[in-house]
């Protein structure tokens, strides 16, 4: 259920096939290791196959948002 909510969420922040499928890819990611501990932006990046400020950048332009890693 949270993740059917979560991916109906996607849709409606991406614009493009692309971006909805680098938010799915993200939120798998994201979904599939929060129960490791060791889970920071440096590992997410290295697992979406890109620099930690591309994927700043590219989150910020899909969702008009910025995270922060704390």
């Not at 798998?28 to 060791?38: A, K, P, Q």
């Not at 930690?52 to 910025?66: D, E, G, S, V």
Request: hydrophobic share 40%; with cysteine.
């Amino acid at each position: 259920m949270w993740l059917r909510i979560r991916l109906t969420r996607i849709h409606c922040v991406a614009y493009s096939k692309t971006g909805v499928s680098f938010l799915e890819q993200l939120t798998n990611v994201i979904s599939g290791r929060l129960s490791d501990f060791t889970l920071d932006v440096e590992m997410l990046s290295n697992r979406m196959n890109m620099s930690r400020p591309t994927l700043y950048r590219k989150i910020k332009a899909l969702t008009n948002r910025l995270f922060w890693n704390t």
